[in-house]
C-alpha cells in the first residue's frame, strides 16, 4: 500500500471523517433534548418580553427531540442506522452547543436572542450538511424537513432581534 501524497487524506483520516447515522441520530437528540432543556430553565428567569418566545422554543425543540426518537423506533431503519457518512463540518459546533451556556439568573433580552440565534444557525447548517449525505429515506427526509423548520425559525428570531434591539422593544 502507497502513502497517501500531499493533499490525499489517508485511509484512517477517511474513517475517522464518517460516523453511523445511528450516532448523529443520537447526538442530534441530545442536541434537542439540552435545548429544550435550556429554554424550559430558562423561562421563569427572562422579561415577559419574550418568555412567550422562550417557552416557544423549549416546545420547538421538544416537537424536534420526539421526532428523532420516533425515527429511532421505525421498524426497517437498523440496517439504515448503521450506515456511515460524511460527518459534516459543522458537526464540531453542533457538539458543542450540547454544553449550553450560563446567562445567569436576570439575562437579557438580546443575550438571549443572540444565543437563540446561534443555536438555530448552527442547526440548520448541521442538518443541511446531513441532508446531503444521508441516503434517500426517511432519515434524510426528516433532516430536509429540520433544516428548513430551523432557517424558519432563525428568519422569526432575526426578525424579531431587529425589533427589540434597534426598534426600541416587541
Sequence with gaps: ????????????????????????????????????????????????????????????????????????????????????????????????HIHIPDLGEHPDDQSILQYAMGREKTAMEQYQSLAESAPEGPIRDLFVFLAKEEAEHKRELEKLYYEVVHSGGV
Excluded: C
Design 1 to 96: 500500500m502507497s502513502e497517501p501524497t500531499e493533499g490525499q487524506p489517508s485511509a484512517y483520516a477517511r474513517i475517522q471523517s464518517k460516523t453511523t447515522l445511528a450516532e448523529i441520530l443520537e447526538t442530534a437528540s441530545e442536541f434537542e433534548r439540552t435545548a429544550r432543556d435550556f429554554y424550559r430553565d430558562l423561562a421563569p428567569k427572562v422579561s415577559k418580553n419574550i418568555r412567550w418566545l422562550v417557552d416557544e422554543l423549549a416546545q420547538e425543540e421538544q416537537r424536534h427531540y420526539d421526532l428523532f426518537m420516533n425515527l429511532a423506533k421505525t421498524p426497517g431503519l437498523e440496517d439504515q442506522l448503521k450506515e456511515k457518512v460524511k460527518t459534516p463540518p459543522s458537526n464540531t459546533r453542533f457538539s458543542d
